[in-house]
C-alpha cells in the first residue's frame, strides 16, 4: 500500500519561533501532488500548503514553508513565527492516481504562549 | 457563502438505525468526496465521485450507500448502524483529482 507517514504525533513551539514537522512518503508515480492540511479544535480542514512534485522550487505560503525533497521522498513543512492560532492538528498528504487523498496519522502542534 | 456544507454537524443516533448525511458545494467542482475521520483522527477515503458518477469505493460496507443526484450534492445514506460506524465524517469537492481538495465541516456521528 501506498502510505504516507508522520513520526511526529507531538510536537510543541514557543511563540514566535520555529518548527519544522516531518512527513515521508511512498509512490511509485514520478508526478504527483503533496498537500499540508491544518484541522484547528473546530475540526474544521484547512488547506495550508501545496507541492507540485515536478517543481523543483519549495512552495511558500507566508510564515509556511515546505522542504521537499524528491528523491528522499520527503515533505516536511516549517512554520515560522509561530502564532497561538496556528496550534492544531496538522495532516501531510499525498493525492494518489485516482482520484483521492492518502493522509498520515497527523502531527498535534501546541503552541506555548 | 459556505462553500462546502454538511447536514446535521452532529448526529446521534443507536445501533441498528438508518441515517443520513447531506453534502452540497457551490464551487462549481466536477468531483466531490466522503472522507471518514476515527476516534484517532486517521482521515481515510471513502467514496469519489465525478460528475454524478463513481470512480472511487474504497472497501466500505453496503450498509453505506451515497447517492449523489447531480453534480452539487453528494448525500451519506447508511443502513443498520453499528458501534463502529461512530466516527467524523466529512464531504469535500475539488475541480478535479488534482486540484486543492476543500472540505465541509464535518458530520459526528455517534452510534449508541
Known amino acids: 500500500a501506498q502510505t504516507v507517514t508522520q513520526s511526529q504525533p507531538e510536537m510543541s513551539v514557543q511563540e514566535a519561533e520555529t518548527v519544522t514537522l516531518s512527513c515521508t512518503y511512498d509512490t511509485s508515480e514520478s508526478d504527483y501532488y503533496l498537500f499540508w492540511y491544518k484541522q484547528p479544535p473546530s475540526r474544521q480542514m484547512i488547506l495550508v500548503i501545496r507541492q507540485e512534485a515536478y517543481k523543483q522550487q519549495n512552495a511558500t505560503e507566508n510564515r509556511f514553508s515546505v522542504n521537499f525533497q524528491k528523491a528522499a521522498k520527503s515533505f516536511s513543512l516549517k512554520i515560522s513565527d509561530s502564532q497561538l492560532g496556528d496550534a492544531a492538528m496538522y495532516f501531510c498528504?499525498?493525492?494518489?492516481?485516482?482520484?483521492?487523498?492518502?493522509f498520515g496519522e497527523g502531527t498535534q502542534l501546541t503552541v506555548n504562549p | 457563502d459556505t462553500a462546502v456544507s454538511q447536514t446535521p454537524k452532529y448526529l446521534v443516533t443507536q445501533m441498528g438505525n438508518d441515517k443520513s448525511i447531506k453534502c452540497e458545494q457551490n464551487l462549481g467542482h466536477d468531483t466531490m468526496y466522503w472522507y471518514k475521520q476515527d476516534s484517532k483522527k486517521f482521515l481515510k477515503i471513502m467514496f469519489s465521485y465525478n460528475n454524478k458518477e463513481l470512480i472511487i469505493n474504497e472497501t466500505v460496507p453496503n450498509r453505506f450507500s451515497p447517492k449523489s443526484p447531480d453534480k452539487a450534492h453528494l448525500n451519506l445514506h447508511i443502513n443498520s448502524l453499528e458501534l463502529g460506524d461512530s466516527a467524523v465524517y466529512f464531504c469535500?469537492?475539488?475541480?478535479?483529482?488534482?486540484?486543492?481538495?476543500?472540505f465541509g465541516p464535518g458530520t459526528r456521528l455517534t452510534v449508541t
Open positions: 498528504a499525498r493525492e494518489t492516481s485516482g482520484s483521492r487523498l492518502t
Open positions: 469535500a469537492s475539488s475541480q478535479d483529482s488534482r486540484s486543492v481538495a476543500y
